[in-house]
Structure formats: structure tokens, C-alpha cells
Nanobody, 121 residues
Framework: VQLQACGGGLVQPGGSLRLSCAAS????????MGWYRQAPGKQREFVAA???????NYRASMKGRFTISRDNAKNTVYLQMNSLKPEDTAVYYC????????????????WGKGTLVTVSS
């Protein structure tokens, strides 16, 4: 499975940005797709995820500003980010795995190359 993320860039505080991640390859087993991010000097952290059936899971601090969605026909997951803050500056990574639901252990995990989001005036 290959994951190709795009959509990062420079945005002013309060602005919006939409990230996309397209999956290709042996994707029939993939159920959960999502996003993580890693800010400079910090550990990678979970942002949001969505299952094939559309069930979403968010990091609590991002719910309300970030919205994850998915187009299964295009094998693509999106992250709409609104009201961006400088602390949202990070490399955002697309992630996919085969677990049946969020309570199950992660299986067959894949990562895409990150896309940089910079929030600055």
C-alpha cells in the first residue's frame, strides 16, 4: 500500500487548509485511514481517523476545527483544517491500517511521506 499526501503549505493564523491522501496498491484490506502530525521537537501525535464505513475518531483538542472525510471510490482521505493556529505547524502524515475498528490492535499499518503545514503570519 502506498499513501500519497498533498495539500500542505503556508497559511496565516485563522486560515484553512485541506490535506488529501490517496491510497494505492493492495488496498482491499485497508479499513482505517487517518492523519498524524509531528511538530518540531515533539513526538508524532494522532490527529484524526476514519473507517471505511465513515466512523470518525478525533484527537479531542482538534474536534471542531478539523474534519476528516473519505471518498472510498477514490481511495482518498481528506483533512479539512479550519481556524488554524501557529501551534498546528507540523509535518502531517497519512496513515492506514487493516484493524476492524478503533478498539482492535493496529494491523498492517502503512505511512505516507509527510506534508508540511506552516501556520504563520
Amino acid at each position: 500500500v502506498q499513501l500519497q499526501a498533498c495539500g500542505g503549505g503556508l497559511v496565516q493564523p485563522g486560515g484553512s487548509l485541506r490535506l488529501s491522501c490517496a491510497a494505492s496498491g493492495s488496498i482491499s484490506s485497508i479499513n482505517v485511514m487517518g492523519w498524524y502530525r509531528q511538530a518540531p521537537g515533539k513526538q508524532r501525535e494522532f490527529v484524526a481517523a476514519i473507517t471505511n464505513g465513515g466512523r470518525t475518531n478525533y484527537r479531542a483538542s482538534m474536534k471542531g476545527r478539523f474534519t476528516i472525510s473519505r471518498d472510498n471510490a477514490k481511495n482518498t482521505v481528506y483533512l479539512q483544517m479550519n481556524s488554524l493556529k501557529p501551534e498546528d505547524t507540523a509535518v502531517y502524515y497519512c496513515n492506514a491500517d487493516s484493524r476492524p475498528d478503533y478498539t482492535a490492535p493496529v494491523v498492517n499499518e502503512y505511512w505516507g511521506k509527510g506534508t508540511l503545514v506552516t501556520v504563520s503570519s
